[in-house]
């Protein structure tokens, strides 16, 4: 049986049989404002508790000011970092497109050294917007998976909902597909979350709501949207 890796939500664990496939690459798209840093970095500290290695390659947020933000929800991942259990990587677009045509990012031995099991890479809209063709971009991307892949890592990647990642058919690249919105119900803003696609997993497909709180995001999934 194929070994899942815990989304760090129980409850969204639980829409996606336990979590995602090991060695799976995985995508989160919303709009701005709807926690997506969040929820992929939930998913790292999760596997960081469990005894697991991570690494949050970041292109457009430097560490710390991350740190800072994240810390706001009692996340300390200057300890984690300290700690050897997690590596922060400032790599911005540029450097990511070069890694792919000449073979070298600067932590591949790191990931080695640390044998890490889990990596974020947000977000991928900066570096897609670097190619100027659709085929440009899903060769890119498919290098990119294959990449990663070699690794052992199980991926999380995040995407702008405003960045036509359907375009050259990232959404059909990647093993899941998570969608957070942000709807105007009434005179409130509603956040809700949805399993899209998951590989080899039998997963709900009713949208839940969720909320930002002060330990991070959380689903309420008796709730309805009305």
């Avoid at 336990?18 to 939930?42: C, D, H, W, Y």
Wanted: hydrophobic letters at 35%; glycine letters at 8%.
């Amino acid at each position: 049986m194929m070994e899942r890796k815990s989304t760090g939500i129980g409850k969204l664990d639980e829409l996606v049989e336990g979590g995602f496939k090991e060695r799976s690459i995985n995508m989160v798209v919303g709009e701005p404002g709807t926690g997506k840093s969040t929820l992929a970095l939930q998913y790292l500290l999760a596997g960081i508790t469990s005894g697991e290695k991570a690494i949050y390659v970041s292109i457009e947020e430097q560490k710390d000011s991350f740190y800072e933000n994240m810390s706001r929800l009692g996340f300390d991942l200057a300890r984690h970092e300290q700690e050897g259990n997690l590596l922060f990587y400032e790599c911005n677009a540029l450097k990511l497109k070069e890694f792919l045509e000449k073979g070298s990012l600067g932590f591949e031995n790191k990931i080695i050294e640390m044998k890490a099991k889990r990596l974020v890479l947000d977000s991928m809209s900066a570096f897609i917007l670097l190619y100027d063709t659709e085929m440009k971009q899903r060769s890119a991307v498919q290098r990119l998976f294959e990449k990663l892949k070699t690794w052992d890592l199980t991926t999380y990647l995040v995407s702008e909902a405003s960045q036509d990642y359907t375009q050259f058919g990232l959404e059909y690249l990647v093993d899941g597909l998570v969608k957070l919105y942000y709807r105007k119900v009434g005179h409130e803003r509603v956040r809700t979350i949805e399993v899209y696609k998951m590989r080899g997993t039998k997963h709900q497909t009713v949208e839940t709501v969720y909320r930002i709180e002060g330990d991070g995001i959380r689903l309420y999934p008796g709730e309805t949207i009305l």
